[in-house]
C-alpha cells in the first residue's frame, strides 16, 4: 500500500455509503430505461428510434466533459454540497424527460443525467476514502457499484413492462421518485466532506508524466473495452446464433444481471485481500472464457446451448470484479489525487466503450460472433499484461505495492 494516503474515519459510514448505492441504483437506471423505452417515445415525439437513441450520446458526451472539468472547476467547494447537487440534478432530469413536450426538452434532460453521469463517477473512489477506514475500503466500493448491478436487473425488463402498462413518462416519474429518495437519505447521511487542495487541470495532466500511471489509465480502457466488446453484441448473439426465444433470452439477461451483481459483491472481500493478483487473475478469465467460447464455434458443433450459457453467465460474474478493481487502485496508489484520475478514468471508461462499439460492430460484420470472441480474448490479454506491467513500475517508482 502508498503512503499516499489521506485521513480517513476511524469507522465507516455504513449509511452514507448505502445512499450512494441508493443513488447509483437510480442514476444507472435512468441511463438504462430509456433503452428499453426507444420505440415508444419515439412513436409520440415523431421521430426515429435512432434520432431516440442520440440522446445515449448526448449522456455520454455530457458524462466526459464533467468527468474532465469537475474536480478544478469545484475546488473549493464541500464534496457533500457538489454530491447533493448532481442528485438535484438526477431527479429534475428524470421530470425534465416525463414531461418533455418535445425532442428537444428530453436532450436537456438526458444532458443533464450525463452531468450527473460524469461528475458522480469521478468523485466516486475519493468520496469513498472519506467515508470509510482503508481496511473497508474494497466492501465499501463493492456496495456502491452493487448498484449498476442492481440497476442493470431492474431497469431493462421492469422498465419495459411498466411502460406497456402505464406509459413511458410515469417509467421516468418513477425514476423520478426512486432518485428522490436517494437525494433525501443523502441529505440525511452523508457527513461533511472537505475538498481535495491538489485539484486542478495542472495536477490532472501531470499525472500522465508517471508513467505507472499513464497505464493504469490504459489498462482501464482495455478491461472495459474487451469486456464491452462482447457484452455489446452479447443480445444478437443470444437471439441469432442460440436461436434463444422472448423468455429464454430474457431470462438469460436477468440471470446475467444477477451473476454480475454477484462477482461485484465477492470482488469486495478478495481484492482487500489479494489485489495484485486477483486484478491480474480477471483478466485472463475472461480471455479464456472468449477463447472457448471462439474454440466451440470455430472448430466444434455449436449447438451446445448449456455451455454457452454457463460461459456467458461466467463472463458477467467476473466483470463485477473490473469496476470495483480500478477504483480499489485509485484509493491504494493515488488517494490524495483521487477526484483527478477519477475523472481520467471516467474519461477513459467512456472511451472504451465507444470504441469497443466501433470495433466490435466492424468484426462482427466481416467475421461475425467468433471474431468478437477473438477479438475479445486479444484485447483482456493485453488488460492483463498492461495491469501486470502497471503494478511493476508502481513498485519500482514508490518501492510500494499497489
Known sequence: MSDNTLNSPSTAYWGAIFSLFIGVT??????????SLLTPIAQDFNITEGQAGQSVTMVGIFAVVTSLVLAPMTKNINRRVVLLTFSILLVLSNLFVAVAPNYFIMLIGRALLGICVGGFWSMASAVVLQLAPSKDIPRALSIVYTGVSVATIISLPLASYLGHLVGWRNVFFIAAALSFIALVW???????????ESSNFKNMFALFK?????????????????????????????????????GPLTLILLVFGIANCIGTFVAGLLLGRFFRPVMIAIHLVLAAIAMLLFIKYRFLSSDNVTMDTTLVIAWGFVFGFIPVGWSTWITRTLADKAELVGGLSV??????IGLAAGVGGMTFDQLGVSGIFITATIICIIGAIITALCFSLYKKATGNHA
Do not use: D
Open 26 to 35: 437510480s442514476l444507472i437506471a435512468a441511463e438504462f430505461i430509456l433503452v
Open 186 to 196: 443523502q441529505r440525511l447521511t452523508l457527513p461533511s466532506l472537505p475538498p481535495r
Open 210 to 246: 508517471q508513467n505507472w500511471c499513464f497505464l493504469g489509465i490504459i489498462g482501464t480502457i482495455f478491461s472495459y473495452g474487451g469486456y464491452h466488446l462482447f457484452f455489446t453484441y452479447l443480445r444478437p448473439f443470444l437471439e441469432h446464433n442460440l436461436a434463444l426465444q422472448t
Open 347 to 352: 474519461a477513459a471508461i467512456q472511451l472504451s
